[in-house]
């Protein structure tokens, strides 16, 4: 492992990000919030790791959602809650809703969603 500390207010170098496994992401992005004493459940922690994950993977909706949060002077550590929320409010709304099997349909609307997020 090459990172030992994670602070979602600093970008993540992607090469030292994407060698980590799941596990060690999961590990770090918790073991901040438990180091500024924020009780943050193991689910608040994934949520962190989804959205570097997709920042590393280059997925432009959610990098122009997080420069656009930015831009208007929110921390990155909150933008990254915002991203969260809406991708997670997202696939809940998926998940008891759809009967759509068109992932592609899905994830368009999904996008959207990002773009216009603070838009």
Known sequence: MTTTYYNPDQAQEREAWMVLSPTDKLRVAKNYHDSIRVKASKQHAYLHVFVEDQIAHGVRPVIRAMERLQSKRMQRH???HAVAAVCAAHWQRVALTSTETDQSAAQLRLNAELD???G
């Open 78 to 80: 909150e933008a990254i």
């Open 116 to 118: 216009a997020l603070l």
